[in-house]
Antibody
Framework: QVRLVQSGAEVKKPGASVKVSCKAS????????IHWVRQAPGQGLEWLGS????????FYAQRLQGRVTMTRETPTTTVYMELSSLRSDDTAIYYC??????????????WGQGTLVTVSP | DFQLTQSPSFLSASVGDRVTITCRAS??????LAWYQQKPGKAPNLLIY???TLQSGVPSRFSGSRSGTEFTLTISSLQPEDFATYFC??????????FGQGTRLEIK
C-alpha cells in the first residue's frame, strides 16, 4: 500500500535550519510529484513547494524563495524539505503529500503523518 | 492577484442535513479544483478532484460541481463522521497552488 512516512518532531531556535524527510513506498517513486504543505496551529493549509522525483525539478512558493530547498534521494525513495532562517511564524505541522496525477497536478491522494516543527528561543 | 474564496467559514448542521460549501475563483481555473476533509490531528483527506470526480473510497454522499468559476461541495445527508473542516484547492495556476480558507462543519 502507498505510504508516506515523515521524520519526527523538531524544536529549533530562530535563525536555525530544519530538514524534514518523507519516505515514499508502495508505488513507482518517479511517477508522481511530491508536494509540501504546512499548517500553523489553528490555521489553514499553505503550499510550500513541490518536487518532481523524476529529474528533481522543484517549484517553490514565492514567499519562501531563498529559504526552502527540496531534494530527493531516488535509491531510498525519500524526499527532503529544508527550511532555513527559521522564524517563530514557521512553527507549524509540515506535511508531504503525493499527487494523484501523472504528468499533471490534480490533487493530493496520500499524505504523510505530519512533522511538527516548533521554533522557539 | 488570483483569489480563491471559500464560504462559509463556519457551518452548523444536523445529522441527515444536506449541506453545501462553495469556493469561488477570481479567474477561470477550468476544472482544476479539489476538495479535502480534515479531522483534528489528522492530515487532510482527498474527497473530490477535477471539480466533480469522487476519489476512490469516498462515500457517494459527497459530490462536487462547477458553474463557471464557482465550485460546490455537497454532502447529501450528513453523517456523524462528516463533522470536520473542509478545504478547497485550485491547481490551475500551479505553481503556485492555493487552498481555500476552510469551512468548519459542526454539529448543531
Amino acid at each position: 500500500q502507498v505510504r508516506l512516512v515523515q521524520s519526527g518532531a523538531e524544536v529549533k531556535k530562530p535563525g536555525a535550519s530544519v530538514k524534514v524527510s518523507c519516505k515514499a513506498s508502495g508505488y513507482p517513486f518517479a511517477t508522481n510529484y511530491i508536494h509540501w504543505v504546512r499548517q500553523a496551529p489553528g490555521q489553514g493549509l499553505e503550499w510550500l513547494g513541490s518536487i518532481n522525483p523524476s529529474g528533481g525539478a522543484t517549484f517553490y512558493a514565492q514567499r519562501l524563495q531563498g529559504r526552502v530547498t527540496m531534494t530527493r534521494e531516488t535509491p531510498t525513495t525519500t524526499v527532503y524539505m529544508e527550511l532555513s532562517s527559521l522564524r517563530s511564524d514557521d512553527t507549524a505541522i509540515y506535511y508531504c503529500a503525493k499527487d494523484l496525477g501523472v504528468g499533471v497536478n490534480v490533487g493530493y491522494d496520500y499524505w504523510g503523518q505530519g512533522t511538527l516543527v516548533t521554533v522557539s528561543p | 492577484d488570483f483569489q480563491l474564496t471559500q464560504s462559509p467559514s463556519f457551518l452548523s448542521a444536523s445529522v441527515g442535513d444536506r449541506v453545501t460549501i462553495t469556493c469561488r475563483a477570481s479567474q477561470g481555473i477550468g476544472n482544476y479544483l479539489a476538495w479535502y476533509q480534515q479531522k483534528p490531528g489528522k492530515a487532510p483527506n482527498l474527497l473530490i478532484y477535477t471539480a466533480s470526480t469522487l476519489q476512490s473510497g469516498v462515500p457517494s454522499r459527497f459530490s462536487g460541481s462547477r458553474s463557471g468559476t464557482e465550485f460546490t461541495l455537497t454532502i447529501s445527508s450528513l453523517q456523524p463522521e462528516d463533522f470536520a473542516t473542509y478545504f478547497c484547492q485550485q491547481l490551475n495556476t500551479y505553481p503556485p497552488t492555493t487552498f481555500g480558507q476552510g469551512t468548519r462543519l459542526e454539529i448543531k
